[in-house]
């Protein structure tokens, strides 16, 4: 007759006895319960990690010159494209320095009558990479002379484009047996957590959801 300490015995050596198994998911499938698992010794999981900020490129007129027949200036006299220029360049250059950098737009009108207007608008960006800045004039812009045109009005523009970082990103979540393990949050690395104890049907089948990057491990025995 099998006394209880017998007994006790033989369920730890039958237990023994159990294959431990480790699966492992990096992608998206189906895991299904063997029929001699009814219980789950861990579920260990991460999601993806957080993207990096991106760095991305943006551009802005800092300077548009117009030609205008006729009158309407507030200013005698001719305003000349080596001023034009160099407000350009000089906005270019206050980009240029990177940061969260101040710039001027001007727009600048010379009218057929010898009379122009310049008029002055304050702006600023944020996040702007130092040294990225760069300036492409519209066809037709010149370095040298009095600004003027043909017999119709006309515009010409200077463009400073420049790069900076956007915002870093989440991962995404990885999910198992009702289970959510989180992404990284902000371009940071993914937590891994720990289940214990879980609960299964033999014989069923579970959704196991994935990222790339992510993982789900099962810990079980059979």
Not at 116 to 128: C, F, Q, R
Not at 129 to 147: D, F, H, P, Q, R
Not at 199 to 218: C, L
Request: glycine share 14%; charged share 5%; net charge neutral.
């Amino acid at each position: 007759m099998m006394t209880p300490i017998d007994a006790r015995r033989a369920a730890f050596y039958g237990r023994r006895a159990r294959t431990p198994v480790t699966q492992t998911f990096t992608s998206s499938g189906t895991w299904t319960a063997p029929a001699s698992t009814a219980m789950l010794d861990s579920l260990v999981g991460k999601g993806s990690n957080g993207g990096a900020a991106p760095l991305l490129s943006a551009s802005t007129t800092v300077a548009t010159v117009f030609w205008y027949i006729g009158s309407g200036g507030t200013n005698s006299g001719n305003y000349d494209w080596a001023s034009a220029t160099n407000s350009a360049i000089s906005q270019r250059n206050a980009i240029n320095a990177g940061g969260s950098p101040s710039y001027t737009f001007y727009n600048i009108s010379q009218h057929s009558n010898n009379t122009y207007t310049v008029a002055t608008a304050g702006y600023s960006l944020s996040g702007v990479v130092a040294g990225s800045a760069t300036i492409v004039y519209e066809t037709g812009w010149l370095s040298s002379g009095n600004i003027a045109g043909g017999g119709s009005s006309q515009n010409w523009s200077a463009t400073v484009s420049w790069n900076y970082y956007g915002s870093p990103t989440n991962g995404s979540d990885s999910t198992a047996l009702g289970y959510t393990f989180a992404g990284g949050i902000s371009g940071g690395v993914a937590p891994t957590s720990t289940h214990y104890n879980i609960a299964v049907t033999p014989g069923n089948g579970y959704s196991i959801v994935v990222p790339p990057g992510g993982s789900v491990t099962i810990n079980y025995y059979q």
